[in-house]
DNA sequence: TCCAAAGTGAGAACGATTATCACTTGGCTC
DNA sequence: GAGCCAAGTGATAATCGTTCTCACTTTGGA
């Protein structure tokens, strides 16, 4: 299992691989859709209820610090995660606002150059979601 | 000033136009910048102090519903407004980094379909939110 | 003028997130 | 392997933004 600890190795960056750290971020990988931290909590205290909200924040927080998990937008006041790898260029997330899905997307953005020569704005930074159903959802009506 | 009372009327659509409401609406407008419910509470606060703090949640709501304030993004945890006037058509925003200060943007999404056909998403909903600095405040330098 | 509906203000309640603190663990040096 | 210290943990309190509740007031139409 090298692949998959490095994998997990990386989602913490130079920080420690506890056991409570590995649960999470094994949730996170295996819940395969866009979650907020209640849903990765209940993911990893499944898998060890011993795990405090406490530490899925903090673990969370870190997981984020190193671009392992991504915020993709919210739901009900909470803030939505998805797990993207590490690494990975630049890019933006479709979500599938029926079963929470989360799929990378090219970043749209081809002249925001563009755009700031036309405004004067010195652009630095930009968020794009994209939301909509997926396939599986489309064929199943819901 | 029929047009100011015509437009603090589009900000509730329906809804009735108070004292408190038409407080909020113009303490918006005057801000000219992006701002949190905080913000605006105070700048209408300092226009009415018995204004209370559930009334501006209620009024933003409904300017919300109404399209006449539009949520830009967040800061620090809060939500973040912005006066964008009524009937606009489709747009996105250029946030100030330094200032706050908020652009209406053209929407950049020109290929949205085809993002939909290669994904096997269809696409019902989206946010682009630009952040920079404005001319202003690249001048300054701060 | 009367009345029902809409709006208001104060403050309680709620839910997500962060801070605190005593304790444990990991990984380094010797 | 022993000792040490920084990092991490779990429980819980605190914080903060937001929403709800309730008694009261205002609005606008009949």
Redesign the interface.
Known sequence: MAAIRDDLTYAFGAGRLTPQRQTIAESARSLGRAFTIDDLAEEARYRDPSIGVATVYRAVSAMEATGWLERV?ERAGSVLYAQCGAGDRHHHH?V??SCGRV?P??C?????AA??AT?????????????????AC?ATGS
Chains 1, 2 share one sequence.
């Open positions: 937008g479709l599938c606002t799929e997307a090219e749209p953005l081809h002249d925001v755009h700031a405004s004067g704005f010195v652009i630095t930074n930009h968020e794009v979601t994209l939301y909509g159903l997926c396939p489309l």
